[in-house]
């Protein structure tokens, strides 16, 4: 069974640090997808990443998949409250069904002004 | 109404009650899924619909059952539920193209509570 770590589970800052999230796996993807979301709605997309060891950023969000597509990793410079969220790492198949995304647990960050 | 909307918000029954969750896209998309979100548990993907068709049944229990009209609705109809069934049921839609990369729009979900 495939699996995506992400670690921290939860993450509580203060307002203007740095903070990175992990996502990891033994498997190898051909793309990998971060979403977040906030209280009482669904998931959105923020970055879709497909080569290995590419760097992506979002405004204050960083976002890099490993040289080996097995793993990614969000960093977050000076957070703010509105950063407050679940981030969510889903792992795209090679060849795999499409839309059968493998998710991670999430990393709920909260961020205190 | 833009985006993906599920109806109803919330929603609490017994066990022996019969409902459904509703899910409409207004993004043209051809592809639509049912996901279930629990507490400290991954998304858990449920059903994959692709222009209308069943795809995708990942060993769901028949006490939930899908069914997808046209491509921009899909229901879940909910019967004689178990109270772990208790979740948050994410409808979301996607435009598949031939490549596995298709991000997927996500409605705010249904709160179900089984009691």
């Known amino acids: 069974t495939q699996l995506l770590e992400q670690s921290p589970q939860f993450l509580s800052i203060q307002e203007g640090e740095n903070l990175t999230v992990y996502c990891n796996s033994s498997?190898?993807?051909?793309?990998l997808q971060w979403y977040r979301q906030e209280p009482g709605e669904g998931p959105v997309l923020l970055v879709t990443v497909v080569t290995g060891g590419e760097v992506k950023k979002l405004k204050r969000l960083t976002f890099q998949f490993g040289d080996a597509r097995k793993d990614s990793s969000l960093h977050i410079t000076a957070a703010q409250p509105g950063d407050t969220g679940l981030y969510l790492c889903a792992g795209v198949n090679y060849g795999g069904s499409q839309g059968n995304l493998i998710f991670g647990k999430g990393t709920k960050l909260s961020v205190k002004p | 109404e833009t985006g993906v909307t599920q109806t109803p918000r919330h929603l609490v029954m017994g066990m022996t009650n019969k409902k459904s969750l509703k899910c409409e896209q207004h993004?043209?998309?051809?592809?639509m899924y049912w996901y279930k979100q629990s507490a400290k548990k991954p998304l858990e993907l449920m059903f994959v619909?692709?222009?209308?068709?069943?795809?995708e049944n990942n060993s769901v229990p028949s006490r939930f059952s899908p069914e997808c009209p046209n491509s921009s609705h899909l229901f879940l109809h909910l019967h004689t539920l178990q109270p772990e069934d208790s979740a948050l049921y994410l409808c979301?839609?996607?435009?598949?193209?031939?490549?596995?990369?298709?991000?997927?729009?996500f409605g705010n979900g249904t709160r179900l509570t089984v009691t």
């Open positions: 993004l043209g998309h051809n592809a």
């Open positions: 498997s190898v993807f051909s793309s």
């Open positions: 619909y692709n222009f209308k068709e069943q795809t």
């Open positions: 979301a839609s996607s435009q598949l193209s031939g490549t596995d990369n298709s991000p997927l729009h």
